[in-house]
């Protein structure tokens, strides 16, 4: 790459936007609104433990989800750290994927599990179907696959694979609130879901997260296990932790029930604008939404080719930044990089060509309802300008 420095001033001086955009920014609702919700817990002075909002939560979310079994958390990692012990796997291996954010992994290693990596689908960025079977062994206990970006799993393909083999699945659906594959909710796949309601959530509860399962046996044993087992006054049934939501967080997330509709349509036209603005660029990718898919807009991940480009992802990003633009490198390093992961044999980079390749190239830009339209049409004017620029530039 050889950017002339000159020339990206004067394009800097042209384009920069006037206020940094960060890759989100949570959708707040009308302030007016919750205080009264606020004067309401106030009145109340009933904080957290299974409060007015939370149940009320609870049912609203099931409703709009169209799921049956639903279980409020603190977060989306504590979420998934329970659903593990809710199906009772606590030992042994997991295979997942390592494009993930550390919380996947992490669950397993708090659970005493090891993750078994595997590689992913160069167009989905997901757990690839094809490569799960080499790595089942004896000791191998589920499959916790990531809808990375809100981008469904081949679900079809990975219940084959559990069903022949005896293994459960556990979807992490941080990403996916909201999305359908087949007119259902993708969290009605695998034994449980996780959603995450964290503040970089198209929906959120400031913090906080679901687990989404199918029988309500399987619901109450989640509900002991995210309130320390207890079951009444005098009696503990199982070792369970604290992963409960508050007042405060539910109160929020009531809110945003009834904006995340609106939320998901704007994010849809400015992924409309960033597709018309940035394809055809020579070496950038844009991910596809598979068939039967009803997308949730959550992220807009873009790869960058540096061959054909003409500048590496890396340069992209620090480029973008002295426009005000701060997109991220999501999830750049892979997990299979961490020090407490690396010496595992799965974690080889050679065993995982596509997971290498897709975390060296990928940036997410910025994407969220309150995002100009004209923000996001100069952002592929600025991409398309520096590519401009790297093959007019002499030393290009
Ligand atoms: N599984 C997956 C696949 C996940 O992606 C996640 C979380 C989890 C599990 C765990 O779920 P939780 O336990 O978190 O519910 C963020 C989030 O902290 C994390 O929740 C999320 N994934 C991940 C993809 O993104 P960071 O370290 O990138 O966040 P941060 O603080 O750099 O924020 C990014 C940008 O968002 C900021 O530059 C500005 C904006 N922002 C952020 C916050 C917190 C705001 O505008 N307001 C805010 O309050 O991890």
Redesign the pocket.
């Known amino acids: 790459m050889n950017w002339d420095a000159g020339a990206v001033d004067t394009l800097v001086q042209r384009l920069a936007l006037p206020q940094p955009v960060?890759?989100?920014?949570?959708n707040m609702p009308d302030l007016g609104d919750y205080h009264r919700m606020l004067e309401k817990i106030w009145d109340r002075k009933w904080l957290t433990n299974d409060g007015q909002f939370h149940q009320e939560f609870e049912r609203r979310l099931a409703a709009q989800l169209k799921v049956e079994h639903i279980n409020l958390f603190c977060?989306?990692?504590?979420a998934?750290l329970v659903a593990l012990q809710a199906l009772r796997i606590n030992s042994g291996e997991v295979i997942t994927t390592p494009f993930?954010?550390p919380?996947?992994p992490h669950v397993l290693w708090w659970n005493n599990i090891r993750p078994v990596f595997c590689d992913i689908d160069p167009v989905t960025y997901n757990l690839d179907p094809k490569g799960i079977e080499q790595h089942i062994r004896p000791e191998t206990r589920a499959i916790l696959p990531?809808h990375?970006f809100g981008t469904p799993c081949d679900v079809e393909a990975i219940q084959a694979i559990a069903d022949r083999h005896g293994l459960q699945v556990i979807y992490?659906a941080?990403?996916a609130f909201g999305v359908r594959y087949k007119g259902r909710s993708i969290t009605e796949h695998g034994d449980l879901s996780?959603l995450?309601?964290?503040?970089?959530?198209l929906f959120t509860s400031i913090?906080?997260?679901a687990l989404v399962s199918r029988s309500d046996q399987l619901r109450t044993r989640i509900n002991f296990l995210k309130n320390f087992g207890i079951a009444n006054e005098e009696t503990v049934i199982a070792p369970g932790i604290n992963g409960k939501m508050n007042e405060f967080q539910a109160a929020f997330g009531l809110l945003q029930l009834d904006m995340v509709d609106a939320e998901i349509a704007r994010r849809a036209k400015l992924t409309q604008i960033y597709r018309d603005g940035l394809s055809g660029l020579p070496g950038i990718t844009l991910a596809k939404t598979p068939p039967d898919v009803e997308p949730n807009y959550a992220y807009f991940p873009m790869l960058v080719d540096e061959a054909k480009y003409g500048a590496s992802r890396d340069e992209l990003h620090a480029a973008l930044k002295r426009f005000n633009i701060?997109s991220?490198k999501?999830f750049y390093p892979l997990c299979s990089h961490f020090p407490c992961y690396a010496a595992l044999p799965s974690a080889r980079p050679e065993n995982l060509p596509v997971a290498e390749r897709v975390a060296s190239q990928v940036l997410c830009l910025p994407l969220y309802g309150n995002l100009a339209d004209d923000a996001a049409a100069t952002l592929c004017t600025i991409v398309r300008e520096l590519h401009a620029l790297l093959k007019e530039s002499p030393h290009g």
């Open positions: 960060f890759v989100t920014q949570p977060n989306g990692a504590l998934l993930t954010f919380a996947t990531v990375v992490d941080a990403h996780m995450s309601f964290h503040a970089t959530k913090e906080g997260g701060n991220r999501y």
